[in-house]
């Protein structure tokens, strides 16, 4: 049998949005966290065979969109990924909005606004469109904390490190200039992803990362390394790693909140403040702290993050169960 899905592809600041506009399945669940949990079980093929090659690669990401389960907001948004079905993709969402405003996917309830379900939480889009081209779009992201500070961790290669640990819709080690590290310039992306599943191995085994209100969210994803800025008006620079080989060519939206949450933690940030965080590819996302929180019982910020996305084309994609390779592979 052979499933079609009608895909609209776009890149976010230089990291792949794959929507899927036709084709998804129906979900079962109130809300775009108990879709998120009936998809990973029933539908994860759908994932597989759209993410990875040989439809997809190393670093695709996508998002299939639902109604919602509030009227008071516009859509819901379900991310897919080569490293699974995230709670919240900050790239992904840029890329979604753009997508769904300038193909007509969405009518906005309030202009300039969208209010997106996604399992992660709320996430509010303010967004600049002329004429059909969609400038900007900043997101107002979920509730962002630092989880643990100064573990100690053993890398290949570079020895101990000491890492933070902060959540901003995923959880992320960020790695910062130490002693056995000095700037993510200094290394090939391959030594980087080949330390990164290390080190995220070894912090998995011994630590537990578990989000203090939904404890569905749990365990350490994505690994931040961390270096000087390269190009002009830039805060700082990283490289994030995601699921077994990716280094994301964006600054990373979940990415960017966590950093801004441990930086405050820190006393580096506070409420007002903008940070902007430049990618592995010198492309900006522009970070303000909204307002600080709490997160349970974690003191926690409010951050946004603002970009943009242009649509590269459109994709109507076969996956085919005659072919052995109908649901990705990765080598
Ligand atoms: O932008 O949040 C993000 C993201 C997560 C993984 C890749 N990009």
Redesign the pocket.
């Known amino acids: 049998m052979k499933k079609r899905f009608f895909c609209i592809d776009a890149h976010?600041c230089g990291?792949p949005v794959r929507l899927v506009a036709g084709g998804g399945p129906p979900l079962e669940g109130a809300t775009m966290r108990e879709k998120r949990l009936h998809f990973m079980e029933k539908y994860d093929w759908i994932r597989r065979g759209l993410m990875f090659e040989p439809r997809g690669h190393d670093m695709m990401?996508g998002s299939i969109l639902y109604p919602p389960s509030d009227p008071q907001n516009d859509i819901g948004v379900l991310y897919i990924?080569t490293?699974g079905c995230?709670p919240?993709?900050?790239?992904?969402?840029i890329g979604t909005v753009t997508i769904m405003l300038e193909e007509g996917l969405v009518s906005p309830k309030t202009p300039g606004i969208l209010r997106l379900e996604t399992p992660a939480g709320l996430v509010v889009a303010e967004y600049v469109q002329e004429g059909y081209e969609v400038k900007s779009v900043k997101i107002t992201n979920i509730a962002s904390y630092l989880h643990q500070s100064k573990i100690e961790v053993d890398c290949p290669q570079l020895g101990r490190l000491q890492v933070d640990v902060a959540y901003?819709?995923?959880f992320y080690a960020i790695v910062e200039t130490q002693e056995n590290y000095s700037d993510l310039a200094d290394y090939s992306a391959l030594e980087l992803v080949r330390w990164s599943r290390a080190i995220r191995a070894r912090l998995n085994e011994q630590h537990k990362f578990i989000h203090p209100i939904d404890e569905k969210i749990q365990g350490l994803s994505?690994v931040m390394w961390t270096g000087q800025p390269t190009q002009p008006g830039s805060d700082a620079r990283n490289a994030?790693f995601?699921g077994e080989k990716?280094i994301?060519r964006?600054?990373?939206?979940?990415?960017?909140?966590a950093r801004m949450a441990q930086l405050a933690a820190h006393g580096k940030l506070k409420k007002g403040d903008k940070f902007v965080h430049e990618s592995i590819i010198g492309s900006q996302f522009v970070g303000r702290v909204e307002e600080q929180t709490q997160c349970g019982d974690r003191p926690a910020i409010i951050p946004s993050i603002e970009g943009w996305a242009k649509i590269t084309g459109y994709n109507t994609i076969l996956i085919d169960d005659s072919d052995p390779y109908a649901y990705g592979f990765s080598v």
């Open positions: 976010t990291n990401s990924e490293s995230l919240m993709c900050g790239h992904g969402t901003g819709g995923n994505h994030v995601y990716a994301d964006s600054p990373c939206g979940t990415g960017t909140s």
